[in-house]
């Protein structure tokens, strides 16, 4: 609209039109449409409002009959909505940042699309660190960098995500971690379940010391909180891998921080349904490794980056001198023990006796080129040195496998960090006078 903004006061007057098909912010205005028919009744109504309120527009920034719009920075159609091709340069061109005040610039542009990146909050976990207010040194880290590049590669495929639509059932998966919240918001059509929003946010200091079952509790609140408009009025699904949470209404001896959760949860008609962790998409939010369906021999690959895909790996295994010789011996049909070659992959395996010795597993053989990328992968979720070892020698197999993974535990920034310190006991002295004779 050509009037300037402190002129567009009157904005109620297009509140008698306005609905699911039309919608305005500010000074633009965008009308949806299922027929040629009805989008001239409705562009009937708009002007005639319009010209109620002397109103004009600017036919320089008319779009008419338009398959696909761009509107307030996403591109909007028939199928949902995504990021601008012009904003999807804004974010991919954005130069590596080099001090405090470009980092704030990059999240405060990302912020933007939080809610079409999944897990957001754990993506940019890293780059939140420096913006800390006890942060008096930038210190660019390799978690920064991996967060950078990982959110310029999610913004680039440009996600796309359905349109909300109140005719059908909605659903709202919930979860929670030790560091973090998450909430997907789906809605169902024809037994297919599709995206409509994804919300999640880091805990704070105060709220990581919370127990596991409030911390679950939290995630419903603030999920529900989040998608309130969509939620409000309608009665929808809720699903948890807490069960104890899908009876919440019947909690006991309830902390007045839950007792208020609780009451704003009173407001919203909510059918709780517990789900086991492994069918919960937002399990994987700050957690393990999610696995691949990519198999090789029947050993799943780590879903990880491209530094540790089936590709990567045969390409390391041929360069290395000493797997490349074995592989050309296999390949000249010569013996090498416990080495074979995978018939469908052509990855260079190594057969190995389970600790039983009644069974024999197969595993892939890692090049040292790759053995701190593997180490780091499986170290993802920052379980102990006996546990990701456990991780890795399922599927991998390398000289000296232990060494190396608690080496790199015991380097781990994040683990230091959260590893409890241990608590001096203080003795006191017993006087001389108390003492046994002798």
């Not at 006061?9 to 009308?31: A, S």
């Not at 933007?112 to 754990?122: E, I, S």
Request: charged share 25%.
């Amino acid at each position: 609209m050509r009037e300037r903004l402190s002129t567009f006061q009157p904005v109620e007057g297009l509140n008698g039109i306005t609905g699911k098909n039309v919608q305005f912010y500010l000074d633009d205005v965008i009308i949806a449409a299922d027929s040629l028919s009805e989008l001239k009744v409705t562009l009937h109504q708009l002007f005639d409002r319009l010209i109620k309120f002397n109103l004009t527009l600017d036919p320089a920034k008319l779009q008419l009959c338009k398959p696909e719009i761009t509107y307030l920075g996403f591109d909007l159609n028939a199928n949902g909505f995504s990021p601008s091709e012009q904003n999807v340069n804004k974010v991919t061109n954005f130069p590596k940042p080099k001090n405090l005040k470009q980092v704030q610039m990059f999240l405060g542009m990302l912020n933007y699309f939080r809610g079409l990146t999944y897990d957001y909050a754990g993506i940019v976990e890293p780059l939140v660190k420096l913006t800390k207010k006890n942060n008096t040194l930038f210190v660019w880290s390799v978690e920064c960098e991996n967060a950078f590049n990982t959110v310029q590669e999610i913004i680039l495929k440009k996600p796309t995500l359905k349109n909300f639509d109140p005719n059908l059932p909605i659903s709202l998966i919930t979860d929670a971690s030790k560091i973090a919240i998450c909430g997907i918001l789906l809605q169902k059509n024809d037994n297919v379940c599709f995206l409509l929003e994804f919300f999640s946010r880091k805990l704070t200091p105060a709220e990581c010391k919370y127990p596991s079952i409030r911390r679950e509790l939290l995630a419903i609140y603030a999920s529900v909180k989040h998608f309130h408009d969509q939620l409000m009025g309608k009665n929808f699904q809720l699903l948890t891998d807490a069960k104890p949470l899908t009876e919440y209404q019947s909690l006991d001896k309830k902390p007045e921080i839950v007792a208020r959760w609780l009451l704003y949860l009173d407001t919203f008609s909510i059918t709780p349904t517990h789900i086991p962790g492994t069918l919960n998409p937002a399990y994987f939010l700050s957690r393990v490794v999610e696995e691949s369906s990519l198999n090789v021999n029947n050993i799943p690959l780590f879903q990880s980056n491209d530094k540790l895909s089936m590709q990567t790996i045969l390409n390391e295994q041929k360069q290395d001198a000493i797997l490349s010789k074995i592989m050309n011996d296999l390949t000249n049909n010569k013996q090498c023990e416990q080495y074979f070659l995978d018939v469908n992959s052509g990855l260079l395996m190594i057969k190995n006796a389970h600790k039983n010795k009644r069974k024999i597993l197969n595993r892939i053989v890692i090049p040292k080129s790759l053995i701190k990328v593997c180490i780091e992968t499986a170290h993802a979720p920052h379980f102990g040195v006996r546990k990701t070892f456990e991780f890795i020698r399922h599927r991998y197999q390398w000289r000296g496998m232990y060494l190396d993974t608690k080496k790199i535990w015991e380097h781990c920034e994040k683990c230091l960090e959260n590893k409890p310190k241990a608590k001096l006991t203080q003795t006191k002295m017993i006087p001389k006078r108390n003492l046994a004779p002798g």
